[in-house]
């Protein structure tokens, strides 16, 4: 009896050695194991970046929204980083390169990495590698139609929709540059365009020139945050100024061949913009709209689901007027209220999280 004791004493022994030795193996292999998920290999790449270029800040970008790029292979040559080979599973393959871009006096780091299964995503190439690219222009079909260098949505019912700073937008295009020229859906509120004394007509009638509006100063105001804080200074540093366009318009025909084109530009650039007359022309697919007082043009067009809201376009028969949009295109007196739909544009470097540009479903960035 006392052997088959001391016989099962043992066996436990030997079992719980055993069992102690396989758990060590593990955690020695799981030590020496430095595989990385991409994700976390994307953010090593960058502190890496951050780490070089603080070493080397001549080299970062000193004019607002232009940018650099850093390799893999020059972090690796500095010590920056490690060979990728160590982060990644035997017989994967990447490389990687980080931009940094100033904006708001601030620099913005986004690393890229390409590997045999994976690759960085950005909301553009989301968008091209999963959506249709139409390239004739009398396709009459909804979706993205590819004009010279930029991509625009066309037609009634087009999966463009994008959340950004806690807001649902539109996507109206997007650039040669791959930045998005993004539509607000839920407007700031009803302003004037302007309501200043007129000489031509002799009252409060405003002026139709937007370097001296009170729309200009509406946008000095929402970028100051005066009606209350719409953009975070996170949300800031992916908007892109831009230099507006100040083309006149009037009723004489045109031809909807998707080319928007400018004349008149600011002098000075801006973060947000209203939508130009000739972007909510080119959204409609019915291939009779080709003036603008032609009913043709609210159909097929997803701009012409909303109500009124003022367009960035002042009418050049007078001093007073500009078009708004509300089933067409409408002239109205400067002094008149209507919504405020901003128009912002979008850094290409926002990268895609989630969604299918569905208004149910819109698309997410990180």
């Not at 025909?253 to 972007?279: A, H, Q, R, T």
């Amino acid at each position: 009896m006392k052997l088959d004791n001391r016989l099962k004493k043992t066996m436990v022994m030997s079992v719980a050695i055993i069992s102690a030795i396989f758990i060590i193996v593990i955690i020695i292999a799981l030590i020496n194991n430095k595989t990385l998920s991409y994700s976390k290999l994307e953010e090593k790449i960058k502190n890496a970046a951050i780490k070089y270029y603080n070493d080397n800040p001549s080299i970062l970008p000193v004019l607002e929204e232009n940018e650099v790029k850093v390799d893999v292979a020059t972090l690796v040559e500095g010590r920056y980083l490690k060979p990728l080979e160590k982060y990644l599973k035997k017989g994967e393959d990447c490389t990687a390169e980080v931009y940094a871009t100033l904006k708001e006096n601030e620099y913005i780091y986004t690393p890229y990495l390409n590997c045999t299964n994976y690759s960085t995503e950005t909301l553009y190439s989301r968008i091209t590698n999963n959506e249709e690219l139409i390239n004739d222009v009398s396709a009459g079909k909804d979706g993205l139609y590819v004009y010279e260098n930029a991509l625009i949505y066309r037609g009634e019912h087009v999966n463009n929709y994008v959340s950004f700073a806690g807001q649902l937008w539109r996507i109206l295009r997007i650039d040669g540059d791959h930045n998005f020229r993004l539509l607000q859906v839920e407007p700031i509120n009803q302003m004037v365009w302007d309501n200043r004394y007129n000489v031509d007509t002799k009252i409060n009638s405003g002026y139709n020139n937007f370097e001296k509006s009170r729309m200009k100063e509406t946008f000095e105001a929402i970028y100051n945050d005066q009606y209350g804080k719409i953009f975070s200074e996170a949300d800031k540093l992916y908007m892109i100024k831009k230099n507006l366009c100040l083309d006149t318009k009037n009723n004489t025909p045109f031809s909807n061949n998707g080319v928007i084109e400018c004349n008149v530009m600011s002098e000075e650039k801006y973060l947000f913009s209203l939508l130009d007359m000739s972007e909510y022309f080119v959204a409609s697919t019915d291939l009779n709209c080709n003036s603008f007082n032609n009913p043709s043009c609210r159909n097929y067009n997803y701009l012409n689901i909303y109500g009124s809201y003022w367009s960035m376009n002042a009418y050049s028969g007078n001093s007073y007027q500009a078009y708004y949009i509300s089933s067409g295109a409408q002239l109205a007196d400067v002094n008149e209220k209507e919504d405020v739909r901003l128009i912002i544009t979008l850094s290409k470097h926002v990268l895609y999280n989630s969604g299918d540009g569905s208004q149910k479903n819109p698309y997410i960035i990180k």
